[in-house]
Nanobody, 121 residues
Framework: EVQLVESGGGLVQAGGSLRLSCAASGFTFDDYAIGWFRQAPGKEREGVSCISVSDRSTKYADSVKGRFTISSDNAKNTVYLQMYSLKPEDTAVYYC??????????????WGQGTQVTVSS
């Protein structure tokens, strides 16, 4: 079965860095897209970044562009989100989601359990 498992969250001071991982299993990794989303308390879920793992094309929300980098290690079926210059407003539960539609970053067919990122002032 399809599974997505996030890891790498934690508590970090403003200006610090974290690297999140999304390990995928149960499908042919190279043919899909993986997106990162986040949800802060009292706020709606928002898209952060996405990568089409076959061609490595990427997308970023304006709020994180220039600070976050998404990448994939297809041999490990893993997508990473490297986060630099973290701000308190980045505090949220971060989720990864798989798009199995074969058309890039359009759908969210499967979700991971989430990993908490907390950035202190």
């Amino acid at each position: 079965e399809v599974q997505l498992v996030e890891s790498g969250g934690g508590l970090v001071q403003a200006g610090g860095s974290l690297r999140l991982s999304c390990a995928a299993s149960g499908f042919t990794f190279d043919d899909y897209a993986i997106g990162w989303f986040r949800q802060a308390p009292g706020k709606e879920r928002e898209g952060v970044s996405c990568i089409s793992v076959s061609d490595r094309s990427t997308k970023y929300a304006d709020s994180v562009k220039g600070r976050f980098t998404i990448s994939s290690d297809n041999a490990k079926n893993t997508v990473y989100l490297q986060m630099y210059s973290l701000k308190p407003e980045d505090t949220a539960v971060y989720y990864c989601a798989a798009d199995l539609g074969g058309e890039g970053c359009v759908r969210t067919d499967y979700w991971g359990q989430g990993t908490q990122v907390t950035v202190s002032s």
